[in-house]
Nanobody
Framework: QVQLVQSGGGLVQPGGSLRLSCAASGTIFSIIAMGWYRQAPGKERVLVATTTSGGGTIYGDFVKGRFTIARENAKNTVYLQMNRLEPEDTAVYYC?????????????WGQGTQVTVSS
C-alpha cells in the first residue's frame, strides 16, 4: 500500500505565501512523477505543478511564476511553495504520485488540503 500524507495549507491574505508538503510512504516502486492538483468548488480538478520522469517540471498556466515545486527524492516528498497568492487560488489542493507497479503506471492521491486566500 502507498499512503500520501499532506501538510500545510490554511488561510492566508492576498499576496501572502504558503508551503504545502506531501510525503509518500509504503511500498514505493519506480516513481514517474509527483505533483499537485487543485479543485475549486464547482470546478474540475486541474494541474498546478508536477515533476516529470526526466527531472523537469510542468506548471499550470495560471501559476505565472508564483509557485515552485520541489521534490526530495530521498524522502519521497514533494513540496509546493506558493507566493503572491490570489483569491482565485482558493481550492482544495491534492498531491498525486504516479509510479510503476510492475509495468503498469498507477496514480495515488493525498487526502487534500484546503487553501483559502481571503482578506
Amino acid at each position: 500500500q502507498v499512503q500520501l500524507v499532506q501538510s500545510g495549507g490554511g488561510l492566508v491574505q492576498p499576496g501572502g505565501s504558503l508551503r504545502l508538503s506531501c510525503a509518500a510512504s509504503g511500498t514505493i516502486f519506480s516513481i514517474i512523477a509527483m505533483g499537485w492538483y487543485r479543485q475549486a468548488p464547482g470546478k474540475e480538478r486541474v494541474l498546478v505543478a508536477t515533476t516529470t520522469s526526466g527531472g523537469g517540471t510542468i506548471y499550470g498556466d495560471f501559476v505565472k511564476g508564483r509557485f515552485t515545486i520541489a521534490r526530495e527524492n530521498a524522502k519521497n516528498t514533494v513540496y509546493l511553495q506558493m507566493n503572491r497568492l490570489e483569491p482565485e487560488d482558493t481550492a482544495v489542493y491534492y498531491c498525486k504520485l504516479r509510479m510503476y507497479v510492475g509495468i503498469t503506471p498507477r496514480d495515488y492521491w493525498g487526502q487534500g488540503t484546503q487553501v483559502t486566500v481571503s482578506s
